[in-house]
């Protein structure tokens, strides 16, 4: 990528009023030179049954060449015309509440033919109309997509004969796997196979959620397809992927495999929501950008991220910049606001764009003014950066998914309590605050040896496979942290009946048979030290040392001739294992004692002050110096030699690096010192 | 209205026994002048298709007459009979969970032709067999209507219709207005009209609903032209509206316009409940007495009240007389309770009456006797009450739904928190608090120069006009105040594209870009004077002063620039703006200011002692002094000479007034000091 | 029953490998001579319709034969294959949410003709291949039945039926009784009857609900009857009944009369699941038990209880063995666990049984190996337990059905809040701390004069019949102590319209008019003495002395002049009314002061330290005592001299009695001192 985007999805359909002119004049003004457009606007390219009209894609094109501004458009898949319903009522997905009502978006069959007839002459349409404009340099295929509970008919049918093909055709097999027979499930004829919106088997429920998965990968790359027929070679094609939802950005996506959805695009994309105010720390901006770097190690777009957001939201002064940077900071080529105005009806009239809904400046427009000043002067130094981790955190929707059918704290009174991403969020997030960068890895990557330290959360469901792949690291040399919940359960949902953690016991020197739930059960040992507050939380297995070292266990008159964390060395590699959620104190020393046995590098720094760094263009180490604070921050500058590049002064080693409350400096440092 | 009512509900269809003598012998006790009757029973009225039987009726009021006590015929069409059902099932509304089962009262299609035909045919009978009866003084068509979420095909054809003629045919504006393009909802032709209950659009869920509240109004009004052909003219016609429910009385009735629906009645009629024990504070009965006085401008009737209702209501002594004055003080011309006798099977068997299960006398009907007894000596004195208020606050159907849409205190998680009605009453109770009556307003009165100071609670959608008539009203030299969330949307709930606060920016003096929710945000400023506690609440708005006085800014260091409160001269007017919800003690501050330079009288006396006022039919100054609390209160009597009315004792300007736990005291003024 | 059945539910469908002789070998290890097969495993009995394959329960049969393992058979049915469903749609039950979809037990109709015929046929088959076999010591009638909200046309059709015989076609007795001319619910033809499903009238409501219990009691006595055409004479026939569930076992079963559908079995069964480690009190165990004990006064088996079970359960040293004894205290001749291993599939794979998911030894297995050998050992002197308690607790599924519809602290804003069971279990584990044991009885039971007292929790619905036995029982010379809420309604729900508590008013010496909620009400009185945290809780009735000694009043301003407990002597005998809920040591001091008078054996041991006891085969008396707590206790033991049973040392009286923690002592008195 040539320079950084800066910009804002852009509905010119949405105006109450015209303002094509005095938006391009703003957004000049803001040094905004990308907008997207188009997405989710059908009802106005395609006003009725093939009839199209896209005066609006056609006009802000225009405009947006002669200003200069790139354009990115969208496919306007992800929600429906109304005159497609009203005549095919059946492409509303049937779920297991049954078949919705036509007003949401995301509520189709993304499988079912007449969506897809009608979604294919469209974009078609579309590209025609835009593919050879020179403002247009990528497009974005659909939105956000999931498959949306679809799980009709057609659907489960598809699905039967997915799972022919995984069992070759054998009955027996499936049942055996899936355990049918309990509670009288066994399916003893193909043609009995029961709707599976009902299942209770955690293993057949949780293979129809993967099927469902692939609907996605299915989907996007049909889509692919089609653009790929259009599009230039120097127009990008991309996704805007999102995570699991709390309120904002929290984890790893329940509803798609990132991984393998990503395989279609020619860069990832990624929409970032996050707290402000004094909730912002930053942890989300980096969890997400992190994600999504690894999806196709390299840079990646962020194609929506909040301007003003909801009234909660509204940043404070600095904040705005200092989640530019931070995006920059983890491999983005992009910062694009969703959106650039406020919408005046509808439905997310709150999630405020850059404008509020009186176009007017306001604070957060004239701090975006300020970022794209500063990206069109310093954008050449903070563009393609690469980054060298030496950890990686492995994730897996499987285990996702079985956790959520299995969850961690369930009780003979429900399901509910943390699940999988509370996991992967209490890791990464430690790390994060130590300042120690990861990339992410999935169950498929075979790039494992190339991490100094790979980190494992939870992960519930794996095929032998991958646990032999991780025993195989660490005796390579790895140095390998699982937590409690890993390698329990085959990718299939089904517990091992072999000793456990699964494969792994030998890898780290401990097992168990037996689990509980900790009430006020305190931690001792050599990593605790004298923390009176170390603590195991949530979950504990009753680790038994089958030669791995204790560092701490449990503190309970009747558990406490168990261990809670053990560190085995295997083969040439070292294994920790967490029995337990801790307290962050305790988890920090963990890693700390692990990541300096593997010569790890841990900086000196930590939260609020984040550190964060690559290698630009120019080959030269940039490093980033966030503070996520009401209160400035004085550290020392240990690196070599260099320039803060965004006051263009220059800066030495061991000098104080002032950075002010939710402030940032940036040190290109010099090639030589 | 001649005499003061003094009654309940009565069931002879529901008693398990025959009772019919008893209970007048021990209504006559109590002085009880008036029944209601027949609401509801539509399924003894009518046991089969086109069967009548009035024999319960008949033969209430054969017993009635006899002992002199009035009777209210309610007509019965709130419950339909299950005959009906069984033959059309589709005479249930089908709502958005579907069509409903048969069972609870108030879940039929009021716009269903069958279900009116059966309707008409019943009431006309009904009226046959009451109209010329001499003890019936008046009719109460249906009860507590409401539209039950109807939305079938037949309500949403309607709907179309409604919207061709709204928008003159034209898609187009309709699209715009309503900003369908969002999320592909646009509409490009009639046919295409998708199932509305599905709209995630908040201008067109509003606008439906506002649709669907007119269905209240067309079918009372038609139920009242029925009534209407045969009722003397010495018959009234009213109506038992009800409020928003929080398990008790609480707001503006979201499902009806009750100015609207009050069109086609002769008096108003209303249900109150409240919390009683030590949760009584008179708030709720003040709000509904004044609400439902200024429905039609006058007296109104209390059609239902709790005796001891829910077991968490059962009245302290002196409680029930405490609230029943309190109604006569807002202008009630009855007290009349829910119900006379507790019912023994079905759903509201805890919905207690003023007798038990047991029909015996207890607490609450001795204490009714007492109140019965004081209402036939001094009822002349108190009936017919007269107020002219200084200040009114205005309501709105409209900006309450539009509020549901997009909740105040909406984020990205949910659309929970407090809704407009909260809004409302913080505002009302400040001023019920203080002593300050006041009247209630809608969009369409005409009458806003009568008012000293208006009272704009979070007027979120409005019409232009409207806001140009509130703009004329300070310009003219009235007091107006507005909170927050005021003047954001057109009645469209089409959020305004100019500045905010919309219209009436100029007015208040201030604007705004942006806002958020506080967090640890206090209020300093010369109207929060030393109070420590003085904070921003819920929702704050950043306002930028332009002219205004600052009352108060926020103290907070990021927001600390702008301002919270402010007061501006407008004309010959004053407009002071609430940017955010406050503290009690800030509010009243407020209010305090703004009233003494509107020159509205502020009574010395505040809460737990109440003060009501009016004229009576003898032209004279009825002042009612309630105390609302367990501990004795002793104030100054600071008005004319006059005479305590329970006690026929005299009382002299600036005596003492002693009135007791949960008492009162009634003073009429002598016309000379 | 000739010797304690140790063992637990084996499953050799659910297995993941071979284990039949591993099992069996680790079973005899730990003392199991029972296995429970079969039950729910319908899909592989009868893998297609009519094809039959009982290999599982012929290899299983055949292996503990030849191990001298006992093998209890349970009946397939309460879960379906997908066959059936597949065939047959409507054999899923239509319940007031609509059709279920495949995939959990217990969602069949059980009135289905289908589902009957099916079930019929396998069990017959079954019945044919195990009905002779020598290890086959018993068989359990499908499995925690109840009627699955089944409501469809045909059950509506039979329920109409039900009533029409109930009230021998008099609609108008109907009506009047269940009161359904409110809210126009009255039914004036049977062909108008209206969908049950959606009423609102509670004595129609509860009513259905009764019918429908019946449904279970005719099929289980329906599958009773096949069975018993083939079991040999020495073979029982149990169920396993279960009871509310709040995530363990806490009450009364509302889906289910135990007492009636306990009619077609030889000996009652049930499964019991309780907390454990910190939260092990025991009180479930005794609670399920006495009831059990209870329905047909005898011995019981306990079919399933918790080894492992969910993570929070995981048992503390000693517990598990602990609850073993408990069972057996209550009258139980058995202890089986659900299950013997963890399943590693489908739905309840954290459910876990004495076995963890890797089949090894664990910490409850090595314990489960003790109580095996103990058995082994000193079963003789433990088995069939004969009680002969003075005391008795009275409960009634219409009673908590009409508790239902009618919560006890209901409001105008919802009915949640405690329900019957917690009155249950208020007046029951206050028993069981200060160790009086206690049976239970129903509305049917007439052997009330065998008790000394009798405790009637709230018991609102009862026929005049009932309340007349109890008066006669007080006459009689009974110890009678009832709490509020009883006497209140009749068996149909409808309230009484003559005094409260109706028909025992004058046994208790008392009347009310009135009842609220209590805020802040003390409670003064001797009962009470000087305890200032006396209080009455949750509901408080407004009583009226006429004649009864007044225990306790409300301390409480405006409720101080009613009385709160009562207590009078009626005939020959005493009753105690509570009209409120209150703290425990209040409930304690009125229990204390009625058990003394009834000359019921009070102990001097109270929780945690318990004390149970029963006549064994050699006409010994064997008393258990229970340390349910982490801290050893030491007590005297105050029996005569008698031996210790597990250490088999001698004991006197007098002697200490040292109890370890979560430890047991169990003493078999001598003849003589």
Redesign the interface.
């Known amino acids: 990528m040539k320079e950084l985007l800066f910009g804002a999805a852009y509905?010119d359909?949405?105006m109450?009023?015209e303002r094509l002119a005095q938006d391009v004049a703003m957004m000049k003004k803001a040094g905004i030179n990308t907008v997207r457009i188009a997405e989710?606007?059908?009802?106005?390219c395609e006003?009725?049954e093939g009839v199209f009209d896209f005066s609006h894609v056609e006009r802000v094109m225009d405009v947006m060449e002669e200003a200069g501004i790139n354009v990115i458009i969208g496919t306007?898949t992800y929600?429906?015309?109304?005159?497609m319903?009203?005549s095919h009522p059946d492409v509303i997905a049937e779920t297991?509440h049954g078949r919705?009502?036509?007003?949401?978006?995301q509520i189709m069959d993304i499988t079912h033919p007449v969506y897809l007839f009608y979604a294919e002459r469209v974009i078609r349409e579309l590209m025609k109309c835009t593919a050879h404009r020179k403002c247009v340099i990528g497009y974005q295929i659909d939105n956000e997509t999931k498959y949306y509970g679809t799980a009709g008919k057609n659907v489960q049918e598809r699905f039967v004969k997915y799972l022919r093909e995984k069992f070759h055709d054998d009955l027996d097999a499936m049942n055996?796997e899936?355990?049918?027979?309990?509670?009288?499930?066994?399916?003893?004829?193909w043609?009995?196979?029961?709707?599976v919106?009902?299942?209770?088997?955690?293993?057949l429920g949780a293979e129809f959620e993967k099927f469902q998965r692939t609907l996605v990968d299915k989907f996007l790359s049909w889509q692919a397809d089609i653009v790929n027929e259009y599009r230039r070679n120097d127009q990008f094609i991309t996704h805007n992927f999102d995570f699991e939802?709390?309120?904002?950005s929290y984890g790893i996506q329940p509803d798609v495999n990132h991984y393998h959805a990503a395989q279609c695009l020619t860069i990832a994309g990624v929409d970032i929501?996050h707290p402000t105010?004094?909730d912002l720390t930053g942890a989300e901006i980096a969890f997400g950008g992190d994600m999504t770097r690894s999806l196709k190690n390299g840079n990646y777009l962020v194609l929506e991220t909040e301007a003003?957001?909801?009234?909660?939201?509204?940043p404070?002064?600095g904040q705005l910049r200092l989640q530019a940077y931070s995006h920059l900071a983890s491999g983005a080529n992009s910062v694009m606001y969703w959106h650039w105005h406020?919408?005046?009806?509808?439905?997310?009239?709150?999630?405020k764009g850059l404008l509020?809904?009186?176009?007017?400046?306001?604070?957060?427009y004239r701090e975006a003014c300020l970022i794209g000043q500063e990206f069109q002067k310093i954008g050449k130094y903070l563009i393609n950066i690469k980054k060298k981790n030496e950890v990686a955190i492995l994730v897996s929707n499987e285990a996702l998914t079985a956790l959520k059918w299995?969850g961690i704290q369930?009780?003979?009174?429900?399901n509910d309590g943390i699940g999988y991403n509370d996991v992967v969020r209490w890791i990464y997030d430690a790390l994060y605050q130590m300042n120690v960068e990861c990339d992410f890895i999935w169950p498929e990557s075979e790039n494992l040896n190339q991490y100094k330290a790979i980190f494992v959360p939870a992960l519930y469901a794996a095929p032998d496979e991958l646990l032999q792949k991780l025993n195989r690291y660490v005796a390579d040399g790895g140095n390998l942290v699982a937590t409690f919940k890993t390698a329990f359960?085959n990718e299939n949902?089904?517990?091992?009946?072999?000793?456990?953690p699964h494969i792994l016991n030998n890898c780290f020197g401990v097992e168990y048979?037996?689990?509980?739930?900790p009430?006020n059960v305190g931690l001792k040992g050599t990593v605790v030290g004298e923390n009176p507050e170390a603590e195991a939380k949530i979950?504990m297995e009753?680790l038994i040392s089958k030669g791995a070292e204790v560092l701490a266990h449990y503190d309970h008159?009747?558990w406490k001739e168990y261990a809670a964390i053990t560190k085995n060395h295997y083969g040439r590699g070292t294994a920790v294992y967490l029995g337990c959620m801790t307290d962050q104190a305790t988890l920090k020393a963990v890693m700390k004692d692990i990541l300096q046995s593997a010569q790890v590098e841990l900086p000196i720094y930590s939260y609020p002050v984040i550190v964060r760094k690559g290698i630009n263009d120019f080959g030269k180490n940039v490093k980033y110096f966030f503070n996520y604070s009401?209160e400035e921050q004085n550290v020392p500058y240990i690196y070599k030699n260099g320039v803060e590049l965004l006051a263009e002064n220059p800066i030495k080693a061991q000098e104080n690096l002032n950075i002010p409350a939710w402030g940032v400096k940036i040190v290109e440092e010099c090639d030589e010192q």
């Open positions: 509905y359909e949405y109450p009023c989710s606007t059908w009802s106005t006003p009725q306007p929600a429906v015309p109304t005159w319903v009203k297991v919705g009502i036509y007003g949401a978006r055996r899936f355990g049918l027979d309990y509670w009288s499930n066994r399916i003893n004829a043609e009995d196979f029961p709707d919106r009902g299942t209770i088997n955690g293993s939802w709390r309120g904002y929501y105010q004094d003003q957001g909801y009234p909660g939201w509204t404070y002064k406020s919408i005046h009806n509808s439905f997310e009239t709150y999630w509020s809904h009186d176009f007017q400046e306001n604070d957060a299995f369930a009780t003979a009174a429900g359960a949902v089904k517990v091992s009946h072999e000793v456990q048979h037996q689990f509980t739930f009430k979950f009753l008159y009747n009401a």
